[in-house]
């Protein structure tokens, strides 16, 4: 069974970037064909697909999201990597990672009923 688990970036400050490792267990991030995606959720909001990086190694990013964000892998950690860059308070939301065999529900802000995704974790970016 594949199970995901978002690390835990304690407080970030404005400015500063944001990192988030999602460690996936029970399979392997290259097994074809999977996405491997960051979504978030702000508080009153719904969700908001961030990017994406698929089973090939290839990354896909949120038009809104792009110039800040970059997505990577280490395969043999089997993880994959969220970076943002100059975090504002509007950054501060609930980060999911998520395996799904595409990215389109997640762009129109649904979770697919196949997807797996892991339990969140808070970021909160505050001086």
């Known amino acids: 069974q594949v199970q995901l688990q978002e690390s835990d970036p304690g407080l970030v400050k404005p400015s500063q970037t944001l990192s988030l490792t999602c460690t996936v267990s029970g399979g392997s991030i290259t097994t074809m064909l999977y996405y491997w995606s960051w979504i978030r959720q702000a508080p009153g909001k719904g969700l908001e697909w961030m990017g994406a990086i698929s089973s090939l190694g290839t990354t896909s990013y949120n038009p809104s999201l792009k110039s800040r964000t970059s997505i990577s892998w280490d395969t043999a950690k089997n993880q994959f990597t969220l970076q943002l860059t100059s975090v504002t308070a509007e950054d501060t939301a609930v980060y999911f990672c998520?395996?799904?065999?595409?990215?389109?529900?997640?762009?129109?802000?649904?979770?697919?009923?196949?997807?797996?995704r892991g339990q969140g974790t808070q970021v909160s970016v505050s001086s």
């Open positions: 998520a395996r799904g065999s595409g990215t389109q529900d997640f762009i129109n802000g649904n979770w697919p009923h196949d997807s797996i």
